[in-house]
Each structure stands twice: as C-alpha cells, then as structure tokens.
C-alpha cells in the first residue's frame, strides 16, 4: 500500500524560501521515480522535476531550476523539494507523486509531466 507525505508548506513573503519534503513509503520496487508538481486553482497542473532513485539524478524545469532544487536524502524513499526567491506566482498546492522508472524514466533519467499514476495529498505554498 504505497502513501506519499508532503510536508513543508506555509505562508511567507515574497523572496523567502521554504523546503517541501515528500516521504514515499510502500513502494513495491527498489528503484522507481519521484516527481515534484504544482498546480494553481483553475489552472493546469505543472511539472517542477523529479529523481529517480537509482542514480539520484534530479531534474528541475528550466523556467524553476535557477531558484529551486531537489535533494534526495540518504533514505532514497524521500525527495526535497528546495526553493528560494519566492515569487507570487510560484503560489500552488505542490504535490510529489511516484511512477516506475519503465514507464517515466530514460537514460537514468526521469520524466516530469502529468501522468504519474500515484500522488500525495499536496500541501499548500503561498507567497505574497
């Protein structure tokens, strides 16, 4: 029974930072991806990047990479998402989610886009 957490969210002013933490736990394969997404209300859902858990490489959009990053800890379950500079904008609901790396993976790399097929419950970011 596969459960993702997503943690870190809040409230903070315009060129802050917070650190979103999601915690992927029952996974039934040892190497698989996890991604990080955002979405705005009425709006569509956006990829921010994601790991694959076997090499660690992370991935970040080009358009967030120069303000956020991904760390995956020593528990490869986990994947931080890091972001500074906030901006108005970057206000979403973020979510993780995690997929094979067969179907969302190449090149020891993995793909960000929507169709991750087991997502956390997200956790809300506003910045003003």
């Known amino acids: 029974h596969v459960q993702l957490v997503e943690s870190g969210g809040g409230s903070v002013q315009a060129g802050g930072s917070l650190r979103l933490s999601c915690v992927v736990t029952?996974?039934?394969?040892?190497?698989?991806?996890i991604g990080w997404f955002r979405q705005v209300p009425g709006k569509q859902r956006e990829g921010v990047g994601a790991?694959?858990?076997?090499?660690?490489?992370?991935f970040v959009v080009h358009s967030m990479k120069d303000r956020f990053t991904l760390s995956q800890g020593a528990a490869k379950n986990t994947l931080t998402l890091q972001m500074n500079n906030l901006k108005p904008e970057d206000t979403a609901v973020y979510y993780c989610a995690v997929d094979s790396f067969a179907d969302m993976g190449s090149g020891g790399t993995c793909y960000v886009n929507n169709l991750y097929r087991t997502w956390g419950q997200g956790t809300q970011v506003t910045v003003s």
């Open positions: 029952g996974y039934p394969y040892s190497g698989y991806c």
């Open positions: 790991v694959y858990t076997t090499t660690r490489s992370t």
